[in-house]
């Protein structure tokens, strides 16, 4: 039986239009939120992310900046433009296109993000809270897939998901993710032995490895969801994930297309975390440190989801 196909493009609208409607209300209390977009150099695939991004914030009535550095930027003007924007009250969400250039240590201008603008989740106070089961800004990737997952009515809890790629950006923080769910969590990597071991096992499979048809359709359990966060170009200039699409649709119960799963989903929410930033900067004063205040403003939030 052919696989049920998990629509991102259509998710992704609804999420849009949850965040337009957020941004309306608070642009009546004359708030509008703003997200900064900080890209260094000229590669091609990047800008083309960020001017998806400009364009989701457009449509969601988030004000967006650009700031374009030169490919040969020194790492100290990065650091000096972040501290700017972390000191400007109108700015709410600040995002830092990587790969960074090679002289700039990504580490150094991640961590320089206030952690309440951090709107991407990579700071380490988010990535500990993330760990540490507190609420937090979580990577938007991981958090668009648990959406999708929840949208299709996937059950979570006590499932085996098996998560292929350990990135600090996807793999790690969607084994939190869905550990915090109470799923069982198996992590794969490069290392890994007899990966197909692995993936058989998995109720939920969630690929992020960046390997074109890296997952045949017999290392997937029949009935099993799986979540392809692969976006590889062809040289034909096709786009396709890292799941051998139509092979596995053949044999899995639920599947995310490439394009049109994933990778809208992680725009969305995008538009979501800044709209949540500019929500909690408006009641509460900036901070990145673990105070009342912080724990005050994401209790609300987690509620309110
Ligand atoms: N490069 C690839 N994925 C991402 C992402 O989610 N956020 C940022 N800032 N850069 C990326």
Not at 171 to 189: E, I, Q, S, W
Not at 216 to 242: C, E, H, Q, Y
Request: hydrophobic content about 45%; charged content about 20%; proline content about 6%.
């Amino acid at each position: 039986m052919a696989a049920a196909i998990i629509d991102g493009r259509r998710l992704a609208a609804q999420v849009r239009s949850e965040c337009r409607e957020r941004v309306q209300a608070l642009v009546s209390a004359r708030i509008t939120p703003q997200l900064a977009v900080v890209l260094a150099g000229d590669e091609p695939a990047s800008r083309i992310y960020v001017q998806n991004k400009l364009k989701a914030c457009e449509e969601v009535g988030v004000a967006s900046t650009l700031h374009a550095l030169p490919h040969d930027a020194a790492e100290e003007d990065v650091l000096s433009l972040i501290r700017a924007l972390n000191a400007d009250p109108h700015v709410h969400g600040i995002l830092v296109q990587l790969p960074l250039p090679p002289q700039i240590s990504a580490q150094r201008v991640i961590f320089t993000i206030e952690a309440t603008k951090d709107v991407d989740g990579f700071h380490l106070y988010n990535v500990g809270a993330l760990a540490a089961g507190e609420p937090t800004f979580a990577p938007c990737t991981p958090q668009g897939v648990m959406r999708l997952l929840d949208a299709a009515a996937i059950p979570i809890e006590g499932q085996h998901a098996v998560v292929v790629g350990a990135s600090n950006i996807v793999g790690k923080p969607m084994a939190m993710m869905l550990m915090r769910r109470h799923a069982t969590v198996t992590v794969c990597h490069v290392k890994t032995r007899d990966l197909r071991a692995h993936t058989l096992q998995a109720d939920i499979l969630v690929v992020a490895a960046g390997r074109p048809g890296l997952i045949k359709a017999d290392m997937v359990r029949p009935g099993g969801t799986v979540i392809d966060v692969g976006i590889n170009r062809l040289p034909d200039g096709s786009i396709v994930g890292d799941v051998d699409f139509a092979a596995v649709a053949t044999k899995a119960g639920h599947i995310t297309p490439v394009p049109g799963g994933v990778g809208p989903m992680t725009i969305a929410m995008l538009m979501l975390n800044t709209v949540e930033a500019a929500a909690a900067q408006s009641k509460f004063r900036r901070t990145w440190q673990c105070s009342e205040e912080w724990h005050a403003q994401n209790a609300d939030l987690q509620k309110a989801r």
